[in-house]
């Protein structure tokens, strides 16, 4: 049986990563408390269900902080568990709670919706840690949804090693485990005939790969990571996102991804995702 928990702040796409697996042949549960997963599971496990999706979030009070310990009891060899925790920026939250005009759920008299979403960061703090977590300040429903349908693919391994490109001029992903910056390198942008194109196409691989500069800093970020892959295995992670910075977030970040993923893709399973491409 394959159980994908899905949790996360409210506002960050909850629903949306839901309704891709519902879509996907999951049957899916919204806003279990978290006492009752156990139980549930059981339920769906006698009924011959193979593929069960559950979202558990703050709604479930204070029971939520018994989550990690019920999965840790729930392992066995017959269930296959993916968790995604999803996170967002608290002005991109503001900014959709006032677009939707919902009510956060942690809101009350005296609260307002700013300190609501941070009185709930705090809340899922330890959760959010469990599993692959997303970023998806910005990222727009069908990137997110494609995001999901990557999990979907992934076998039950030790660790999932993640590529991610973006923009500094964007800011810093929420979700990132190592962040390298490759500013200081050539920058294609200011080569009108680069300029439209991507650190996926041919004629940018060919100006970066030339570059000596490129061809060290590659080494030594992937050398970094292979060196202390281990350890992260050895404290039973399941995700390690790396991310890869440059100005736009289209040329350089987006080059060092893909050569990176590519690389690490032959021993390991990898995922990768340029979050200013929305891909």
């Not at 919204?30 to 006698?46: E, H, I, K, Q, Y």
């Not at 009924?47 to 979202?55: D, H, K, L, Q």
């Not at 069908?142 to 800011?171: C, E, I, M, P, Y």
Request: glycine letters at 6%.
């Amino acid at each position: 049986m394959q159980l994908v928990i899905i949790t996360g702040l409210s506002g960050s796409g909850k629903s949306i990563a839901l309704k891709v697996l519902e879509d996907s042949g999951y049957y899916c549960v919204d806003n279990l408390p978290a006492p009752l997963l156990r139980d549930t599971v059981d339920f769906l496990r006698s009924a011959g269900s193979e593929r069960v999706a559950i979202s558990i979030d703050v709604r479930s009070g204070s029971s939520l902080l018994h989550l990690p310990d019920l999965l840790e009891q729930m392992k066995s060899s017959d269930l296959e568990t993916h968790i995604v925790s999803l996170d967002a920026k608290a002005e991109t939250l503001v900014k959709r709670f006032s677009e939707t005009r919902r009510r956060h759920p942690l809101a009350e008299h005296d609260r307002t919706l700013v300190e609501s979403i941070e009185l709930e960061r705090e809340l899922l703090e330890e959760v959010g840690t469990l599993g692959n977590r997303i970023d998806t300040s910005d990222l727009n429903p069908n990137a997110l949804r494609n995001w999901v349908r990557d999990l979907l693919t992934l076998r039950d391994t030790d660790l999932v090693l993640l590529f991610q490109s973006f923009g500094f001029k964007h800011g810093i992903p929420l979700d990132a485990d190592f962040v390298f910056d490759v500013r200081c390198l050539p920058n294609p942008h200011y080569d009108p005939k680069l300029r439209d194109f991507t650190g996926r196409d041919a004629n940018v691989v060919e100006f970066l790969a030339a570059n000596n500069d490129v061809r060290d800093m590659i080494l030594h970020v992937r050398d970094y990571v292979e060196r202390w892959l281990p350890c992260f295995v050895r404290d039973n992670r399941s995700y390690l996102t790396v991310a890869i910075g440059c100005t736009g977030g289209r040329h350089r970040s987006v080059y060092f991804a893909e050569q990176l993923s590519a690389y690490f893709g032959k021993s390991r399973q990898v995922l990768i995702r340029h979050r200013e491409l929305a891909t």
